[in-house]
């Protein structure tokens, strides 16, 4: 065995070792605790919710917390006190917002530890833990077990097989073993011990809890806005923030997250045989994407075509969306948890009215293939993308298409949604 392989093993062993300890052993010491026999908790109806995402640029948050305040619990959220950009406050009188633990807890060693959020789960009185995300959800789980409390994960993404960004390659890869290891282990922890899961589809519940949990343990939740976000404000025009030169010509809409894994410049690239449309981009990461989408527009020729807008609360962008021609999706297919993703922007689109094109998913295909609300291209093929958006434009198609968008959309809003929590 070469050094360079006794070292990668080694380093693997030393941290699936170091979180393991963590998990189990370090915590107990940290909240010791009577015995659970005289220890229960008096049942009540408050819910601790837990999330490291911005609440206004993050529609499921604000859904899953209004759907427990409607059901008369008292919701106490904690959000990351370093985000600074999400000023959000209490929208109802039984929510409280309290800033406590940062963003970048589970970026840096020891990655999914907030020794702060954990001791202020066990001291709370609510009865219900409910986790956002896999790193919440692993705090909030064993917190749980350790206090005699309820614990809910919403898992919206399958860690344990999305890529990340090598920032030294300036690329994004799969997972070292170690980190994919450490998240599959996480994923079936949470899998074994919660009281309740719940995802967005069956593809991610099956990778999730592989061997662990079986499907019919998860709810599964579409991010669907609420009927009352459809709107046809025209104080919403995305023509405002372009030229009034290209007035005349459509609108090709993305929004999203502005990074490497959207495969935008795919898109991007496309726009030079799409003479008759604009793109507009809209969502977060662009100040840390500048350099490299600037270089990306000056090589597809449309720069003058090509335009960004800083993100919107969740609940402004179908009002922006519905002024478009169509919706557009993208996402690297060659990362496992996006192939398998049904990401809330095909819902939005649906619920703005347009048709839609969207790159290639195990999830996302089926989904369009039986609501036939728009077409599919090849993520990595800007040819691909700028034929289908052609073929989409054919009148007949176009009218064809709408039409089942418009009774898909009648469809979603018969759908329970956030209700079912």
């Known amino acids: 065995m070469t050094f360079e392989k006794i070292t990668h093993h080694g380093q693997s062993l030393f941290w699936l070792f170091i979180h393991v300890l963590m998990t189990f052993i370090i915590p107990i010491k940290q909240f010791i605790l009577p015995l659970p026999k005289n220890n229960k908790h008096k049942p009540n109806h408050n819910v601790l919710y837990l999330t490291f995402v911005g609440i206004a640029y993050d529609g499921r948050v604000r859904k899953s917390v209004d759907a427990l305040l409607a ?85 919206f993404e399958w860690y344990s097989e999305a890529k990340e960004y090598n920032y030294r390659k300036r690329c994004t890869l799969p997972k070292p073993s170690w980190k994919k290891k450490l998240f599959r282990f996480y994923e079936r922890y949470i899998c074994t011990y919660a009281t309740r899961l719940i995802t967005n589809n069956t593809s991610f519940a099956k990778g999730i809890a592989q061997g662990v949990a079986p499907e019919s343990a998860f709810t599964f939740i579409k991010n669907v806005p609420d009927s009352v976000d459809i709107k046809t404000d025209d104080s919403f ?27 935008l410049d795919t898109i991007i690239i496309g726009m030079q045989w799409l003479p008759d449309y604009v793109l507009i981009i809209q969502g977060s990461g662009f100040v840390e994407m500048e350099h490299h989408f600037k270089e990306t527009i000056r090589q597809s020729g449309a720069a003058d075509r090509v335009f960004f807008l800083p993100p919107v609360p969740d609940r402004d962008i179908i009002n922006y969306a519905h002024t478009a021609d169509i919706g557009v999706f993208v996402c690297d297919s060659n990362d496992n948890k996006m192939f398998h993703a049904l990401p809330n922007k095909l819902f939005e689109y649906i619920y703005a009215g347009v048709p839609q094109v969207s790159s ?17 291209f090849d993520a990595y093929d800007p040819v691909s993308f700028a034929q289908r958006v052609n073929d989409i434009s054919e009148p007949q198609t176009y009218q064809h298409i709408k039409s089942h968008v418009l009774k898909a959309r009648a469809n979603l809003i018969a759908e329970p949604g956030f209700q079912q929590i």
């Open 360 to 376: 290639d998913g195990f999830e996302i295909r089926q989904f369009i293939e039986n609501t036939d609300v728009g077409l599919i």
């Open 237 to 263: 025009k995305l023509k405002n923030f372009i030229p009034e030169t290209f007035h005349h010509k459509k609108i090709l809409y993305y929004v999203g997250q502005l990074s490497f894994d959207r495969k």
């Open 71 to 155: 059901k008369g619990y008292r919701v106490e959220l904690i959000k990351p006190i370093d985000m600074q950009h999400d000023k959000v406050v209490s929208w109802h009188p039984n929510l409280t917002i309290t800033l406590l633990g940062r963003s970048g807890s589970f970026a840096y060693f020891p990655y999914i530890y907030d020794w702060q959020i954990m001791h202020y789960i066990k001291k709370s009185t609510a009865s219900k833990i409910y986790c956002r995300d896999l790193f919440t959800g692993i705090m909030g789980v064993l917190c749980a077990r350790l206090s005699d409390k309820e614990s809910i994960v919403d898992f």
